[in-house]
């Protein structure tokens, strides 16, 4: 079954701190995506980053940077430096094997972070 | 701005009440997704619509229907409401389906009384 699990529910940090936010996810199909969304406080989704089961390598954005580890089943996002506008709640999501035809997202519960000034 | 447009932002009614929420898609995009996202159950995938046609169910209940128009324009029909459907409704798109990245449009806020 797809499961994606974000284990922190609540991170506080102090500006221009990093922060690391853990993802973990459960699957059975060999091809999947992962991705990373942003809800800041105004309420939108906004995608962040998607990776393919085949890519492991580490992406960097900026700030942002991804550790996927097929290993662990693991799909890591880190701020660095981080800001008061980056304070939102974050979503890991999983996306299966289009074998299946359901292209459905399944979302974590969400981490919200807030960035103290 | 993801492109994905949502009407209306907001949304009060009464218990028992029916309700349309409509979604337009990004320009060539042709499937639609529809979330529910509420403080108990998270984000919630309800249905997919590909090309005019559904192509995948989740947790959607029965009161709830939808449809997608020959403009790939989305429609979600909310009837019989309950206080629990009180949520904050997502639409999403993408070029075609399969792990391709959903883009969200801004959300209907609704609020049953």
């Known amino acids: ?117 | 701005d993801s492109g994905v447009t949502q009407t209306p932002k907001h949304l009060i009614t009464a218990t028992g009440q029916r309700v349309t929420l409509r979604c337009s898609p990004r320009s060539g995009d042709l499937s639609v997704y529809w979330y529910q996202q509420s403080l108990d159950q998270g984000l919630q995938f309800l249905i997919q619509y590909y090309n005019g046609e559904e192509r995948a169910k989740g947790n959607i209940l029965e009161r709830f229907s939808a449809q997608q128009f020959p403009d790939l324009h989305s429609e979600l029909n909310l009837s019989s409401l309950e206080l629990g459907d009180s949520a904050l409704y997502f639409c999403a798109s993408s070029v075609a389906g399969a792990g391709e990245t959903q883009y969200f449009g801004p959300g209907t806020r609704l609020l049953v009384l």
Request: hydrophobic letters at 35%.
């Open chain 1, 1 to 117: 079954a797809q499961k994606v699990t974000q284990a922190q529910t609540e991170i506080s940090v102090v500006e221009k701190e990093d922060v690391t936010l853990d993802c973990v996810y459960e699957t059975r199909d060999t091809t999947y995506y992962l991705f990373w969304y942003k809800q800041p406080p105004s309420g939108e989704l906004v995608f962040l980053i998607r990776r393919n089961s085949f890519d492991e390598q580490n992406e960097i954005s900026g700030r942002y940077s991804w550790n996927f580890q097929k290993s662990t089943s693991s799909f890591n996002f880190t701020i660095t430096a981080s800001q008061v506008v980056d304070s939102a709640v974050y979503f890991c999501a999983l996306s299966d094997s289009p074998v299946n035809r359901d292209d459905k997202i399944i979302f974590g519960k969400g981490t919200r972070l807030h960035i103290l000034p």
